[in-house]
């Protein structure tokens, strides 16, 4: 099998166990400084970003039990969701590049900060020139933001961000994008995440019923192994009949 070229820019985390499904007890912020992008700007195969937070990418933290470099909490490399995905992706496509962008701090923790730029932040992911974006993240985003109680007030609402951030990474409006419900349920955020791909014409996933089973949440209230198969499985649903056109 061809070995998919991958990318990792990570910032995540710290924190402890959680019983409570909503609660994200380990926030991927500050993990993986250092920018380890590798692609082939001259690869003619389909191009997947994967767009995530702890879930996509968290890297070692051994004081909370967590010395692992993947998607939190998958028990091995090849058993997170991207990985997962990866193999099925590779299957049909192998010419295609997969990169994975780390956003917990610089969208989830910092959309609502009146410096806050798409260019700023995202620009070699631009560069990158997408063909499918998979949009799965929100758990980050303070809880202050859902209940209107931010303060300072908001520069920009998180959809607007998401409206911004989407548009940024396709200028051209070329690229298929899922813009995914989280793992959390945020019922502000999955209502701004719709509007945005409605606007744009673009997949809204569903994960409620995923979310929803106990069988798939593991360590640090993070999806397990079985959680990380749903996920992927969801998302090839869609991501499939694409590459095969």
């Known amino acids: 099998m061809k070995r998919l070229t991958f ?17 994200n007890p380990v926030p991927a912020l500050g993990q993986n400084a250092k920018d380890q992008k590798a692609f ?38 090849d058993k997170d969701y991207v990985h997962l995905l990866q193999k099925k992706i590779v299957s049909v496509r192998p010419d295609a590049q997969c990169c994975l962008l780390q956003v917990a701090g610089t969208f989830e923790r910092s959309f609502f900060k009146p410096d806050w730029s798409c260019e700023k932040n995202f620009r070699w992911a ?16 303070p809880k202050t933001y859902d209940d209107g ?17 989407r548009a940024y990474l396709d200028p051209d409006g070329k690229a298929i994008a899922l813009i995914s419900q989280g793992f ?52 090839w649903q869609h991501i499939e009949p694409r590459l095969r056109k």
């Open 7 to 23: 990318l990792a820019l990570a910032l995540a985390s710290a924190c402890a166990l959680a019983a409570d499904f909503q609660t």
């Open 40 to 77: 082939d700007p001259a690869g003619k195969g389909p191009r997947v970003l994967f767009v995530g937070n702890s879930i996509t990418l968290h890297g070692p933290r051994p004081q909370i039990g967590w010395t692992n470099n993947w998607g939190m909490a998958a028990s091995a490399r």
């Open 126 to 141: 631009r560069e990158f020139k997408p063909d499918i974006i998979v949009m799965f993240f929100g758990a980050n985003v």
């Open 149 to 165: 109680k931010m303060d300072p007030k908001p520069a920009r609402s998180y959809g607007d961000a998401l409206d911004a951030f």
């Open 184 to 235: 959390y349920v945020r019922p502000k955020l999955d209502t701004e995440k719709e509007t945005v791909a409605k606007k744009r014409d673009d997949v809204f996933v569903n994960m409620e019923d995923i979310r929803a089973r106990a069988d798939a949440h593991g360590r640090y209230n993070h999806p397990g192994d079985l959680g990380m198969q749903l996920i992927a499985d969801r998302f």
